[in-house]
C-alpha cells in the first residue's frame, strides 16, 4: 500500500520560515508573469494591439517565458521540495536551504536588469529566449544554481532521514526524482557551456543558444511533469486518505523522470555541439520517455479516485465538493494536460500550434494543480485563505480562460498564423476569429490568474493566526486526509 504522506506533523517554525519565503517569492513571480502574460496576448489580440513596437513585443514576450516558465515554475517546485520534506520528517540542511533561495532570488535580480532596462538583441529561441546580454546569461545560470543548491539539500536530507521511520512516502519519492532531474538539467548546461564555449562568437546566436539549452531545456521538462504527478497525488491524497494502489509500481514509473534525462548531456560529446537540436532522435526519445510515467501514473491515480465512488455514482458526483479550489484545480489540470498531449505541435511546426500545446500542458496541466497545492500550503503556515468565494471562482475562471487562449491558439495555428510574430496580429486575416477568441479566453485567464495571485499575496501578507482558528476554517469534508 502506498504510504502517502506522514500523518499530522506539525511543521517547526523553520520550516515554516523557509516554506512561507519561497511561496512568497513564487507567487511574486507567478504576479510578473501573469501580468506579461497579459501584455503580449493583448498584442497578439487583433483590434487591441497594446505594445506599440516589434522590439516591445518581443522584448515583453521573452521576460513573460522568463518569469511564467523558468522563474514561477522552479520557484514553485522549489517550495514543494521543502513542503514535502517537512511533510515527510525529512530534515533539510539549514545553510543549503537559504543558500539555494537566496542564490534564486540574487538571479532573479540580476535577470530582470536587462529585461526592465530593455537591453540586448532578443533571440526567441525555444526552451530560454533571452535578451542577449551577459548580465540575463548570469542571472539564469544564478537562478539556476539556486534551484540546483536547494535540489542537492533535499537530495542529501533524504539520503540522511532515519530509515526506522518506514519507506519513503510516494510523494517524497517522486519530489527525489524530480531533484535528480534538476541536477542534470545543471549538469547539461555545464556541459554545452564546455563543449560550445561562453559567447556565440560569430556563430549565429539563435543556433549556439539553441543548443546551449537544449539539453537543460529537456530535463527541465522532467522537473515540471515529475512535480506536477507528484502534486496531483498530494491534492488527491489529502480527500481520499491512503490509497490502494501498487507502491512499487508508482514508484518504479516515478524513477522514470529520474533516468530518463540522463541522457540529456550526452549528445553534446557525442557529436559537433552546435548540431545538438537538429539530432531529432534524441529529441523524440526523450519526449517519449517523458509521456510513459504519465501515462500509467494518470489514469492509476483516475481508477483511486474512481474506486471511492460507491455503488451510487449520481450521489457520489452530488457529494464532490465542487466548490474546493483543491479539488478543481486537479479536475481542470487533468483535464487540460490531457488535452495538451493530443495537440502536439508536430504537425504544425513553427504556428500558434505549439504554444497551443505547452500552454494547455503548462499553464493548464502544471499551473493549475501548483495553485492548488499553493491554497493549501495556506494551512500549513496557519494563514486562512481570504476572499473565499474569490477563491472557489477562481479556478474556474482560470480554466475557462485557458481553454478559451488554447482554442483559439489551436485553430489560428491550424491556418498557419506564425508563433512570436507582432504583425501577424493584425495581417493575418485568414485567422482574424481564432485570435480575437484566444484575446477573449487569455483575458478571462489573467483576471483567473490575478485572482489567484491576490489570494495568496493577501492570505500571506495577513498576520497568521493561531492553528486552532485555522482548523475551525477547513470546510466539513476535510475529513480523514492524510494532512
Ligand atoms: C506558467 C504559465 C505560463 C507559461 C509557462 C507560459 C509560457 C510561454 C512560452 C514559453 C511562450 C513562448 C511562445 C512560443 O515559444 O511560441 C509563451 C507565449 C505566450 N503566452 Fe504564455 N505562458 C504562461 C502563461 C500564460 C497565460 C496565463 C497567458 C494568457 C493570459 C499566456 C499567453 C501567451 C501568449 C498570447 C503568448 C504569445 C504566443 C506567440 O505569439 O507565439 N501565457 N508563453
Same mark, same amino acid.
Given at each position: 500500500m502506498v504510504a502517502l504522506m506522514k500523518t499530522s506533523l506539525d511543521f517547526s517554525p523553520q520550516q515554516r520560515k523557509l516554506l512561507y519565503s519561497w511561496l512568497l517569492y513564487a507567487i511574486g513571480a507567478a504576479g510578473i508573469a501573469g501580468t506579461l502574460a497579459f501584455l503580449v496576448a493583448m498584442t497578439r489580440t487583433p483590434g487591441v494591439r497594446i505594445l506599440p513596437s516589434a522590439r516591445a513585443f518581443q522584448v515583453i514576450l521573452i521576460a513573460h517565458v522568463t518569469f511564467a516558465l523558468t522563474i514561477w515554475l522552479l520557484a514553485f517546485i522549489s517550495t514543494v521540495w521543502v513542503w514535502v520534506a517537512a511533510q515527510s520528517g525529512i530534515a533539510l540542511?539549514?545553510?543549503?536551504?537559504?543558500?539555494?533561495?537566496?542564490?534564486?532570488?540574487?538571479?532573479?535580480?540580476?535577470?530582470?536588469?536587462?529585461?526592465?532596462l530593455f537591453q540586448g538583441e532578443a533571440v526567441t529561441t525555444d526552451y530560454v529566449p533571452l535578451l542577449d546580454t551577459p548580465l540575463f546569461f548570469v542571472g539564469f545560470v544564478t537562478f539556476l544554481i539556486g534551484v540546483g543548491i536547494t535540489a542537492a539539500t533535499y537530495?542529501?536530507?533524504?539520503? %540522511?532521514?532515519?530509515?526506522?521511520?518506514?519507506?519513503?512516502? +510516494?510523494?517524497?519519492?517522486?519530489?527525489?526524482?524530480?531533484?535528480?532531474?534538476?541536477?542534470?538539467?545543471?549538469?547539461? +548546461?555545464?556541459?554545452?557551456?564546455?563543449r560550445l564555449g561562453i559567447g556565440a562568437n560569430g556563430r549565429e546566436p539563435a543556433q549556439y543558444y539553441q543548443s546551449m539549452f537544449w539539453g537543460m531545456g529537456h530535463s527541465l521538462q522532467y522537473v515540471s511533469v515529475a512535480t506536477m504527478v507528484v502534486v496531483w497525488y498530494a491534492l488527491v491524497g489529502l480527500f481520499l486518505g491512503e490509497s490502494r494502489l501498487n507502491a512499487k509500481f508508482a514508484k518504479a514509473m516515478l524513477a522514470i523522470f529520474a533516468l530518463s534525462p540522463l541522457a540529456s548531456p550526452i549528445p553534446y560529446f557525442l557529436y559537433d555541439p552546435i548540431t545538438v537540436p537538429q539530432r531529432k532522435a534524441w529529441g523524440i526519445a526523450l519526449d517519449s520517455a517523458l509521456s510513459v510515467p504519465v501515462m500509467f501514473l494518470g489514469p492509476l491515480l483516475l481508477v483511486w479516485v474512481w474506486r471511492t465512488r460507491g455503488e451510487d455514482v449520481r450521489a457520489w458526483l452530488k457529494r464532490m465538493p465542487w466548490g474546493e479550489p483543491r479539488v478543481m484545480t486537479f479536475v481542470f489540470s487533468a483535464i487540460l494536460f490531457a488535452f495538451g498531449l493530443t495537440i502536439h505541435p508536430a504537425a504544425r511546426q513553427g504556428t500558434l500550434r505549439t504554444p497551443a500545446h505547452y500552454h494547455s500542458v503548462v499553464v493548464g496541466g502544471v499551473t493549475l494543480a501548483f495553485m492548488g497545492l499553493a491554497y493549501h500550503m495556506l494551512s500549513k503556515l496557519?494563514?486562512?485563505?481570504?476572499?473565499? %468565494?474569490?477563491?472557489?471562482?477562481?479556478?474556474?475562471?482560470?480554466?475557462?480562460?485557458?481553454?478559451?487562449?488554447?482554442?483559439? +491558439?489551436?485553430?489560428?495555428?491550424?491556418?498557419?498564423?506564425?508563433?512570436?510574430?507582432?504583425?501577424?496580429a493584425v495581417t493575418g486575416a485568414a485567422w482574424l476569429k481564432p485570435m480575437i477568441v484566444m484575446g477573449g479566453g487569455a483575458a478571462i485567464a489573467a483576471l483567473g490568474g490575478a485572482m489567484f495571485v491576490g489570494i495568496m499575496a493577501g492570505s500571506l501578507l495577513r498576520r497568521a493566526e493561531s492553528k486552532r482558528t485555522v482548523e475551525i476554517q477547513k470546510p466539513a469534508f476535510v475529513g480523514s486526509t492524510g494532512d
Open positions: 540542511n539549514r545553510i543549503g536551504s537559504w543558500a539555494g533561495l537566496i542564490t534564486s532570488l540574487i538571479g532573479t535580480i540580476i535577470i530582470s536588469i536587462p529585461i526592465a537530495l542529501v536530507g533524504v539520503a %540522511r532521514r532515519d530509515r526506522a521511520a518506514g519507506p519513503l512516502s +510516494l510523494i517524497a519519492f517522486g519530489m527525489a526524482c524530480a531533484a535528480v532531474a534538476a541536477l542534470v538539467a545543471v549538469v547539461s +548546461l555545464g556541459v554545452a557551456a564546455l496557519n494563514r486562512p485563505v481570504v476572499w473565499r %468565494r474569490a477563491a472557489i471562482a477562481q479556478p474556474y475562471l482560470f480554466a475557462l480562460g485557458l481553454m478559451g487562449l488554447v482554442s483559439g +491558439l489551436l485553430g489560428a495555428g491550424d491556418l498557419g498564423a506564425p508563433r512570436k510574430t507582432y504583425d501577424a
